[in-house]
């Protein structure tokens, strides 16, 4: 396990395992939400999305974190590895509100220089509340990487379901 592809609905724990995992491998860590959203929530153009994407691909070690479907063929073409966080809707919901309560409370700064606005916790358009995408896509990746990982071809599948699951993973890592 060199190159690990973190997929699965925000507040899943996507990146709090990936930044543990990379640490543990000794190798580079990349969350593409974090290239995608430019300054004021822009998104990056998608053939710079892949180019800067692919920059970091090109290397012996990584674990990139996201579902980008602009990315993913890049991702899982070099990846060696999928951790597929598929966790039970209700935990999902309750991470994602919290998280999102105490990010737009705090100002905290995600990347570069946005944060989560208050608005964002009303779940009402999916578009600019991480809490209704949650909600709207927690079936839609299920499905989707249930399917995947029927059918893995080369790439190890990891499903990560409770936090044993987790914890079992850095372990293997070790």
């Known amino acids: 396990m060199r190159r690990v592809s973190m997929v699965g609905t925000p507040g899943s724990g996507k990146t709090t395992l990936g930044r543990a995992l990379a640490e543990r491998l000794g190798v580079e860590y990349l969350e593409l939400d974090s290239v995608f959203h430019q300054p004021g929530w822009e998104p990056l153009p998608v053939e710079e999305f892949r180019a800067r994407a692919a920059e970091v691909l090109a290397g012996d070690g990584w674990v990139v974190d996201g579902n980008y479907s602009a990315v993913r063929e890049l991702v899982w073409a070099r990846a ?3 951790v597929w966080f598929d966790r039970p809707r209700a935990v999902i919901m309750w991470r994602v509100f919290v998280r999102t ?22 779940p009402v358009d999916r578009e600019q509340s991480v809490i209704a995408w949650a909600w709207v896509k927690h ?27 987790a914890r079992a993973l850095l372990d293997r890592a070790a």
């Open 139 to 165: 079936a839609e990746y299920r499905e989707r990487y249930r399917a995947a990982a029927a059918d893995p071809g080369d790439l190890d599948f990891v499903r990560i379901a409770t936090d044993a699951d």
């Open 101 to 122: 309560l105490r990010r737009a409370v705090t100002r905290e700064v995600l990347w570069n220089g946005n944060r989560e606005p208050l608005r964002g916790l009303l």
């Open 80 to 82: 060696d590895t999928v």
